[in-house]
């Protein structure tokens, strides 16, 4: 088993003075219960991100500072975009690539998201690859096919310095934010699927974490039913103590405790 890794997408929520509070609450619980084994991450909106990283930073909490998206390009006239150099100079360390609502609402095609996780990665920023289907997909049961599809698609070719940075999360998008969280024996069979083929691109060693509903309740089955790496959590990560305790259920089945 890889170390946890969670990650709370705020997703276009909070302004800067909520994001404050909200890292202001996660660093009061960290103190108070530290966990030893998850590397936790934060993903706010990108106006928040200074004011979420100098909280970070001065308040000395153990968690590092994501982007939900970046642009493919590094500079230049590309209106209302954020590069990765402008994220790395607020100290990003993390950003999501083709989240499924990139992907349907912004056109974000698989040859985007395979450029996209290259610039990424190119700067040695992690990625956090976001794969998974609709629900008409997986009631015809092509939902295995579609996700080898789309791994194959950003990930063939990738050069070795950049495999290290890269994570995968398996986001059913009839799951996401719909309170439907997929079965653990649908997450298993799916990660199983996902880790054959990321094998077979010699990424064996990738993370492959779960995202959709997941919550305080369900995390702890999900991980250790589901074999998970961790967790890509949208709304229960708007709260610090459902955020923390999907963390610390996490902390828990990696030290064996559940
Ligand atoms: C997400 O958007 O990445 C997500 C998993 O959302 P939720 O947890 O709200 O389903």
């Known amino acids: 088993m890889n170390r946890p890794l969670v990650i709370g997408n705020w997703k276009m929520n909070l302004d800067y003075v909520e994001a404050v509070h909200l890292i202001q609450q996660i660093g009061v619980i960290v103190r108070n219960r530290p966990l030893e084994h998850v590397d936790l991450v934060v993903a706010p909106p990108f106006v928040d991100i200074r004011s979420v990283t100098s909280v970070v930073e001065s308040e000395r909490i153990a968690l590092e500072v994501g982007a939900q998206h970046a642009s493919v390009h590094d500079a230049g006239a590309h209106t209302g975009e954020v590069s990765v150099p402008m994220l790395q100079r607020l100290n990003v360390k993390w950003i999501l690539v083709g ?21 990424v990665t190119r700067q040695g920023v992690h990625a956090v690859l976001c794969v998974g289907e609709e629900l008409a997909v997986r009631n015809d049961e092509g939902h295995l096919d579609f996700v080898s599809a789309q791994l194959h698609a950003a990930l063939e070719g990738l050069d070795e310095k950049s495999r290290p940075l890269v994570s995968v999360a398996y986001e059913p998008v009839w799951a996401i934010g719909t309170g439907l969280t997929a079965s653990t024996e649908q997450v298993r069979d799916m990660t199983e699927h996902i880790r054959t083929v990321l094998a077979s691109l010699s990424l064996e060693a990738t993370r492959v ?39 610390q259920a996490a902390d828990d089945c990696y030290a064996g405790k559940r």
Do not use: C, P, W
Request: net charge negative.
């Open 99 to 119: 989240h499924s609502e990139r992907r349907a609402h912004y056109a974000m095609t698989d040859e985007v998201v395979a450029q996209t996780l290259r610039t």
């Open 209 to 247: 974490l779960y995202g959709g509903s997941v919550n305080a309740e369900n995390a702890a089955s999900l991980m250790s039913e589901g074999r998970v790496d961790g967790f890509l959590v949208g709304g229960a990560s708007l709260k610090a103590e459902s955020f923390l305790a999907i963390g």
